[in-house]
């Protein structure tokens, strides 16, 4: 069976036909959808496990190692940052030399680097370790993309994303609880370690599962300079991400990255216009659906990584859970994922994207608002009703959003648009991060010297309610060692509550974005090229 499509590549409004080589019909296991599927599962998995499990792990961490709360930092930040500048240049790579070639390199590096960062004994080795994790786990992230895009028929497509991002919203809901019980009875390095076999058992799977498939016009070439010009760009905005809090918004240095960051996406769009073969053809973004896909990841991303952050600080230091508790209080999220992810996959095959995704964000705003009503005693039956329907409105973002920007991609460059969809969610994680904890330090440093002052205690210094507000920003008490405690008392409650005031209007900016979402998936449609790469083998 032969399969066409069209794509704009030079960006000149030409439709130029792509066909895909004919493909033999499947037998046996090799190729066949639904063990692909398992198999690119495991191995993503490792990955959305080591987004949330590793910061479990960082005191622990910082203890032995003896390492600074900086370099901690870099634990995360070195990953985040290697990770995010290379998923698209990654799935251009699964593009070139075929997905199942990157998948396996990428299961191999990801897995040698996790028992490398186990075995490490500095804080640098770790830090060294954890960036090699990042470009491995982008080569294996997009291209388990285009191996289920390009083995399911466009039938069944939804429905194997959905199970995809069930995996991944499980795995990043879930790496808390599993790092909390690892490093609370193990040791910290075991949450690394417990990467080697789970990858031992992708690649096994890979080899004799995986079955590669590549597009008749492929890439033959790489672009260099626009390789070099959207990783500097990509560098430094997620650099100017990242420094945002510790350097501040109003800061020459964060402008000055984010200057170069928009110069640098302006000479990669001008020199993708010149190329023969560019990284991305811009005439992707013709494609109004396909562009609205990557605009609903990114906010998406934004309500759910940057209001998530903060519901882990209210657990554990506003509720005094321990981390493995604080996990399993976010069950009905995670179950809500595994459960709507196949749900919405099937509904998104039915109804098409637009009214899933619509109604998905309209259940996030409607879950964020309702975050930013938790008080200091709220109980866990409402926090899980919250908790419950945000996990019930991600999930038909997390599959249709994914079909919208792979399923409007020609085959050839399945790659390249996984790429797209995971750096989408990538960067609106950290803007999350980034802008709604600025919300939260501004409205922290502007309620806090009232508060204390309403308490009546003990006029601070401004060096000490500066450092005061660091600790609330977290939802930690600033109590001083040996201090009575009726003040300890006060303070904590004076902390608590200014915490609570930060966190509701963090909540309710992410639930203004997630509003504006809604509109943003009123231009989505199901995939013109879906069906480019499937209907062979059996189902």
Sequence with gaps: MTSQTTIDT??????????????????????????TLITVAVGVMMVALDGTIVAIANPAIQKDLGATFAQVQWITNGYFLALAVSLITAGKLGDRFGHRQ??????????????????????????????????????????????????????????????????????????????GVLVQHVSWQSVFFVNVPVGAVALVLG?????????????????????????????????????????????????????????????????ETRVKEPLIPLGLF?????????????????????????????????????????????????????????LAGAAITKLGPRIPLAGGMAATAIAMYGMSTLKADTGSALMSLWFALLGLGLAPVMVGATEVIVGNAPMELSGVAGGLQQAAMQIGGSLGTAVLGAVMASKVDSDLPGNWADAG???????????????????????????????AAKISGVAHDTFISGMSLASLVAAGVAAVAILVALFTKRGENADAGAGVGHI
């Excluded at 080589?21 to 639904?34: A, I, K, T």
């Excluded at 450092?467 to 600033?478: D, L």
Aim: proline share 7%; glycine share 12%; net charge negative.
């Design 457 to 487: 205690l003990p006029k601070l210094t401004d060096a000490q309610l500066a450092q005061a507000s660091e600790a609330v920003q977290v939802g930690v008490a600033p109590v001083a060692e040996g201090t009575p405690a009726e003040i």
């Design 207 to 271: 080899v004799v599962m995986l079955l590669d498939h590549r597009a008749e016009n492929a890439p033959r070439s790489f672009d260099l300079l626009g390789i070099a010009l959207l990783s500097g760009a990509m560098f430094c905005l997620v650099w100017a991400l990242i420094k945002a809090p510790s350097w501040g918004w109003g800061d020459g240095k964060t402008w000055t990255f984010v200057a170069a960051s928009v110069l640098g996406f302006a000479l990669f769009s001008f020199w």
């Design 102 to 179: 990157t998948f396996l390199i990428g299961v191999v590096g990801f897995a040698a680097a996790s028992g490398a960062i186990g075995l490490s004994d500095s804080i640098g080795l770790v830090v060294t370790f954890r960036v090699f994790q990042g470009l491995f786990g982008a080569l294996l992230m997009p291209a388990a993309l285009g191996l289920l895009r390009a083995t399911f028929p466009a039938e069944k497509l939804n429905m194997a994303i959905g199970i995809w991002g069930m995996v991944i919203g499980a795995s990043t809901a879930g790496g808390p609880i599993l790092g």
């Design 10 to 35: 030079a960006g000149s409004g030409d439709k130029a036909p792509a066909a895909l080589p004919e493909q033999p019909p499947v037998s046996g296991l090799r190729g066949h959808p639904w063990f």
């Design 286 to 342: 013709r494609s109004v659906p396909l562009s609205a896909g990557v605009v609903l990841m990114v906010l998406m991303a934004i309500a759910f990584m940057g209001g998530l952050f903060f519901v882990t600080f209210y657990l554990q230091n506003v509720h005094g859970m321990d981390p493995v508790d604080a996990g399993l209080h976010l069950l009905p999220l995670t179950g809500m994922m595994i459960v709507g992810s196949p």
